[in-house]
């Protein structure tokens, strides 16, 4: 380990500290950059394609197409309205 120490001073002294560490910049960014689109074509991979796996009925629609209406006569009349509070309140002072 000590002679593997010894290697990166000896490599420090005949680069220069700047150019030691702009190739570790470059070499840290690519080896990132290379990791990230392997695990991008893994995550490709894995998804398939919505016709696969879910089917069109007989009126061409997908489950989620099916029941569209959206109409105030569906609400029930005891429903609570919906409040978003995860988002800070601004202004209360």
Do not use: C
Not at 29 to 34: A, D, E, P
Not at 81 to 88: D, G, H, I, Q, T
């Amino acid at each position: 380990m000590a002679d593997f120490f010894q290697l990166i001073i000896q490599i420090i002294k005949n680069l220069g500290i700047r150019r030691f560490i702009f190739i570790l910049f470059i070499s840290a960014t690519i080896i990132q950059f290379l990791r990230q689109r392997l695990e991008h074509r893994k995550h490709e991979d894995e998804t398939t394609n919505i016709d696969d796996i879910y089917e069109m009925d007989e009126n061409g629609l997908y489950p989620w197409e099916v029941d569209t209406d959206d109409s105030p006569e569906r609400i029930p009349k005891d429903a609570t309205r919906y409040v978003n509070r995860k988002s800070p309140k601004r202004g209360g002072w």
